[in-house]
């Protein structure tokens, strides 16, 4: 039996950001994307693939797959959610926007399995009519490393997380965005000591997570993961 084909989507970067090519690179706009979350994938028995942000049908490429996880990176647009945009939101990528929105819808088509991570969360809730705050700085914990639990979540009864991780979950925060309003259909499964959505799920094919577990030294034996690979493989 062939392991789970799970696609991976990354992010944009401009060359100026990319090192070692004495500037040659500076121009240009390039798709980058994070191994971490690759390992965590193989870990639990996937096959991890890359999905490169193109001008055309995210369908076609959900079709292919088992399972599909979004990853974390910058802001969403605020008009994705009919928000204006505040001074502290970062800057937008709307065909990363576009693109991720169109998988999400694609993949909720056919039942195939969604796990959201950090911006892959915000993107769940923002699909499903969900709004966000721009900016709450007490969970951009960028003062340490990245692997540092900084928080305790509580998992809601009989919840997909609670299942998982047990009635609380030790986790990092890298994030500084956060589920203002909650989209239709989600359900709240994990919440900060501040009241943070941390977790939400939707039925048994969405899990998405405001924390990074790829960055955790726990990532090869983390429970979202495994999750993941046993939904994709049932189908």
């Known amino acids: 039996m062939h392991p789970p084909l799970i696609g991976i989507t990354g992010r944009h970067r401009f060359g100026r950001e990319v090192v070692g090519f004495g500037g040659i690179l500076e121009p240009l706009d390039i798709n980058m994307y994070l191994l971490d979350y690759a390992r965590g994938v193989a870990a639990a028995g996937g096959l991890p693939v890359h ?42 990528d709307v065909g990363r926007d576009a693109y991720e929105l169109g998988l999400v819808a694609a993949a909720l088509d056919i039942g195939c399995p969604v796990l959201g991570i950090c911006r892959g ?17 007490s969970h951009a914990r960028y003062d340490v490393a990245p692997n540092t639990i900084t928080q305790k979540l509580e998992t809601a009864d009989g919840s997909i997380l609670q299942q998982l991780y047990g009635p609380t979950v030790d986790v990092n925060s890298l994030h500084h965005q956060t589920v203002a309003e909650v989209g239709d259909g989600l359900t709240v499964t994990a919440v900060a000591d501040d009241g943070t959505v941390e977790g939400i799920e939707r039925g048994d094919d969405v899990l998405a997570i405001q924390w990074h577990p790829e960055m955790l030294d726990t ?4 429970p979202a993961f495994a999750w993941l690979i046993a939904r994709a493989s049932a189908r």
Not at 123 to 133: A, I
Not at 219 to 222: F, K, L, V, Y
Request: some cysteine.
């Open 219 to 222: 990532r090869d034996s983390d």
């Open 51 to 92: 999905l490169p942000l193109i001008d055309d049908d995210p369908a076609a490429l959900v079709r292919r797959l088992d399972g599909l996880v979004l990853s974390g990176g910058g802001d969403l647009d605020p008009a994705r959610y009919g928000a204006d945009r505040e001074p502290d939101c970062g800057d937008e």
């Open 121 to 137: 969360l915000q993107v769940v809730n923002v699909h499903h009519g969900g709004t966000l705050n721009q900016h709450v700085p």
